[in-house]
């Protein structure tokens, strides 16, 4: 297997490139000293570490106020020295805290230096120079117009050669003295605090001070008869032979060498000399320099460099983990991912991925764990205190068990578990969202590990991005759940009938059998809802299902609840279609026998419709329309079974009838608006309104849109009538507003609006009659209207939000939208069906449901308005949980404008 230590192979690289650069350096500077070291150094700091500007300045006096340059240079060649004050420059911060790196925008960090802006300074890098003593003496700089990407590595080299350049000022101001001979004498040298020596050729020791006897530990006999061979490594003493003769030919040089001292320790040294004339020879004088310091800081900045490596691996790591999260919404698919990632960069590692289910912990997802380990801890109590998994997700806070196998906090029985497996050390990260406990990583290694406090960290962060995930996966799985499933029931809904008729169609054209709908509508049920309460009706409907199944007694079918009062049964697989229509008989019989509810005897009938396959490849749509065909015929019929025929059609042609009323009372203007109006949690005051249209018959009166509008929607009328409602809305607003009534009004647009490519020039040409602006109305869908087709739909929905119109999601849950689909598209409001509000203060799993929906809505960036609030503690636990807005008979039925105005006054005055 390939080892994937990503943290450690990026270590690996950045000590590679401070090594290259350190010696690229290094070679530029070899053999120089005194100016010519300093001028180099600052050229190859332009050069090499890509500079605009590099200088080397010491304090001009005492007071340390101004500083005087040693070497200058910028512009691709050597400046004249000058001098500058301190105050309020990047030099002065360097000096202060001893580092001081800006990565960009160094003008602005320091408004009085005027010098960075005549240089176009970007960024800036500078290391105070100290003595051997440790007292600041100057400053090294860099300025660069760019911004410094590799910070670290920078500020690295500059700590190297920082130390190197202040120890070869202090080298010349001892060379100073050593150049005059008669000041060469014992006390002079003794006073000296760096190892001072004297050679000749063959490399016996001439003179000496008291700090290099010190601190090699030889007496001044044992000096006398030592040669500089013999006080360097083994190692070292064929390279220091040439290396000396090399300084007598040239004059100077620079001798890095490990000394040993008399008690055999290794002390690194960089040894300067040069050539001198002693009592009428040529011999070499030297000054040493301990760099066990150097070398220290050096291993400590190699190690802050590892440690911020790793750092920056577990970011990149946690980032990838943080993308591949948001690209699942499973729960199962998050667990796999996580144990797949861990494993990966905890090679050999065991990773179990728990989640909490009721008052247990189960494992859902492992890798690296033999199965029997697995299946031996598939299900265990969230309670239990010997356990390590239960213990990290009961404690709410990260476990470490360093030496598992001998942990007395763990069961035996897992010890022995722990044992089989190898593992000696482990970590639980505990899953926890909101102060709640939803499950645990564990990871078992096969070493032993003492878990450093960056590591502990990085894990912890892991832990809470798991968190946050496992919280939105929920949530997601429950609202893809709503999206398939009725409420009410728990039955699958419409969403669910068009996936499985879908499938069924496929499946039936590699078979001869038959399937087929029965669709069961219940008579009467609008009598029980009305007259004994919603309550009881929805009890009622909650038996349906459950009779339905008894009464058939087939696996192989399926019930669903369509919404209201209306049920369908798909039947699959069967030899003869008359299998089909049986089903239905026995329905029919089974619904006609006394439902109880809360001591109640109820009954009620039903009207069926049952269409076949009978070997036609029908849509799941065309389907479901024969099969309603056929039930509506059952129910104008009196009730009864109804099996779908082509004939049935021809009973369509009353449609045209009132289709051709229709447009004339659209010409006639017989149509009338109602308002319902929508209501702000947060400010208690009406905001909004619903426009609902209303049909004035002659003959029948005021006929609700229920009865005319899902016919008008079937056929090219819908146009015109969303074009009279678009108009006398506006027309309702801008009288509104001519009245001190400023709110936003909401217009249901349909299925075929949405794909007419004409609606928004007829948009347009209203706003441009009227004055009313964008925001001042929205337009609302349903879910069959965005998902009949997604392209138009989206397209659409751009076309409004570019005008400024507000977009909004009605009946959410009763259609068969996907959410993946959903937060995909530009919606600004979700509207809760009142399916999902009517019983929210006395069902729990209705209040989940309600809150993950807002919470959902919220995080895509939407609001909403909740659908059917008949009561007043209904809408303050609305309110609890975070709505917007609400619609429903507590805060008013639809009414008309006069009516409507009246009562937002009232509102307002209260």
């Known amino acids: 297997m390939q080892q994937a230590n990503t943290s ?61 340059t040693l070497a200058v240079f910028a512009g691709k060649k050597a400046q004249n020295n000058f001098s500058y004050s301190l105050a309020g420059t990047p030099c002065d911060a360097s000096i202060k805290s001893g580092v001081c790196c800006i990565t960009n925008s160094v003008q602005e960090n320091f408004p009085e230096d005027k010098d960075l802006s005549k240089m176009e300074a970007e960024s800036y890098i500078g290391v105070v120079l100290r003595d051997s003593k440790g007292k600041p003496i100057g400053v090294l700089n860099g300025i660069s117009t760019q911004e410094i990407n590799n910070a670290t590595l920078l500020t690295s080299i500059f700590q190297v050669f920082a130390f190197r350049v202040a120890a070869e000022l202090e080298r010349q101001s001892i060379t100073r003295h050593l150049e005059d001979e008669v000041l060469i004498n014992q006390a002079q040298l ?84 040069q050539i001198a004339e002693y009592e009428g020879k040529s011999v070499i004088v030297g000054v040493g320099l301990d760099m066990t310091e150097q070398q220290s800081v050096e291993r400590n900045l190699l190690r802050s460099q590892g440690r911020l490596a790793r750092k920056n691996s577990q970011l990149s790591l946690i980032n990838t983990l943080v993308e591949k999260l948001h690209e699942g919404h499973s729960v199962r698919h998050i667990a796999q991912e996580i144990v797949s990632l861990l494993r990966v960069i905890n090679d050999g590692a065991l990773v179990f991925f728990s989640v909490v289910r009721g008052q247990e912990l189960e494992i859902i997802a492992s890798s690296g764990a033999d199965q029997r380990t697995v299946n031996a801890r598939r299900i265990f109590p969230l309670g239990q205190v010997d356990s390590p998994t239960s213990t990290a997700v009961r404690n709410r806070k990260l476990e470490v068990f360093r030496q598992a196998e001998h942990d007395t906090r763990i069961n035996e029985d897992i010890r022995k578990l722990i044992v089989h497996e190898g593992v000696k050390s482990g970590i639980v990260i505990p899953l926890i969202y909101a102060d709640k406990a939803l499950g645990g990583v564990t990871i078992g290694f096969r070493y ?54 879908a499938t069924m169609i496929s499946a039936s054209r590699k078979s001869e059998h038959f399937w087929g709908l029965v669709l069961v509508d219940l008579d009467r049920f609008k009598e029980i809802n009305d007259t004994l309460d919603h309550q009881i009706g929805d009890k009622l409907l909650q038996l349906i299902g459950p009779r339905i199944k008894a009464a058939i007694n087939d696996e192989q079918a399926k019930i669903y609840r369509l919404g209201g009062d209306e049920f369908c049964v798909l039947a699959g697989y069967k030899v003869h279609p008359e299998e089909i229509g049986a089903i239905g008989e026995m329905i029919d019989i089974a619904i006609a026998e006394p439902f109880v509810v809360d001591g109640l005897n109820l009954e009620i009938s039903s009207s069926i419709g049952v269409v076949t396959s009978l070997g036609d490849q029908r849509t799941p749509a065309e389907m479901l329309r024969c099969a309603e065909l056929a039930m509506y015929h059952a129910k104008n019929s009196g009730g009864g079974i109804t099996e779908y025929t082509h004939e049935l059609d021809a009973d369509t042609d009353q449609r045209f009838v009132i289709m051709a009323e229709m447009a004339e009372a659209i010409r006639n203007d017989d149509l009338v608006l109602h308002y319902q109006p929508k209501f702000d949690l947060a400010t208690r005051r009406i905001i909004g309104c619903e426009a609902l249209v209303r049909w004035q018959h002659q003959k029948y009166g005021l006929i609700p849109p229920a009865r005319f509008i899902p016919l008008v929607e079937l056929t090219q009328l819908i146009h015109p009538l969303t074009f009279w409602v678009m108009k006398n809305a506006m027309a309702q607003i801008q009288r509104w507003k001519k009245e001190g009534i400023e709110i936003n009004v909401a217009i249901n647009l349909s299925t075929r609006n949405l794909a007419d490519t004409n609606f928004i020039f007829q948009l347009d040409s209203l706003l441009g009659e009227y004055d009313v602006s964008p925001g001042e109305f929205e337009f609302e869908f349903t879910e069959t209207a965005l998902m009949s087709n997604a392209d138009e739909a989206q397209a659409q929905l751009k076309a409004f939000k570019a005008r400024g119109i507000k977009c909004s999601l009605d009946d959410y849950g009763t259609g068969y939208s996907s959410l993946t689909y959903i937060k995909k598209l530009p919606l600004d409001i979700l509207k809760i069906d009142r399916s999902f509000i009517s019983r929210l203060t006395e069902d729990s799993a209705d209040r989940i449901i309600a809150q993950s929906t807002i919470n959902l809505a919220h995080s895509l960036g939407m609001q909403v308005v909740a659908e059917g609030v008949e009561n007043e503690n209904t809408m303050h636990e609305l309110a609890r949980q975070g709505c917007d807005f609400i619609q429903g008979y507590y805060i008013s039925e639809p009414l008309d404008a006069e009516s409507f105005a009246k009562l937002y006054w009232e509102h307002e005055t209260n």
């Open 448 to 501: 032993e590990s003492d878990f450093r406090q960056d590591e502990l960290e990085f894990y912890q962060t892991i832990g809470t991005s798991i968190s946050l995930a496992l919280s939105n996966a929920r949530q997601f799985e429950l609202m893809e759940t709503l999206a398939t499933y009725d409420n009410l029931t728990r039955l699958p809904n419409r969403n669910a009938l068009n996936d499985d008729c």
């Open 190 to 273: 003794d006073s000296v605090p760096a190892l001072m020596f004297m050679i000749d050729r063959e490399g016996q020791f001439l003179r000496w001070n008291r700090y290099f006897s010190s601190k090699f530990g030889y007496s001044t006999d044992k000096m006398k008869n030592k040669d500089i061979f013999g006080a360097v490594h083994e190692s070292d003493r064929k390279r220091l032979k040439l290396e000396l003769e090399n300084v007598f030919n040239d004059g100077e040089g620079t001798v890095y060498l490990n000394g040993i001292t008399h008690a055999g320790e290794v002390v690194p040294l960089l040894a300067t000399v």
């Open 8 to 68: 450690e192979s990026f270590q690996n690289i950045q000590h590679q490139k401070f090594e290259q650069v350190l010696k690229k350096l290094l070679a530029a500077l070899s053999g120089r000293l005194g100016e010519k070291f300093l001028h180099a150094l600052v050229e190859n700091f332009c050069e090499i570490l890509k500079l605009d500007y590099s200088s080397i300045g010491i304090f001009e006096s005492e007071d340390k106020l101004n500083i005087k």
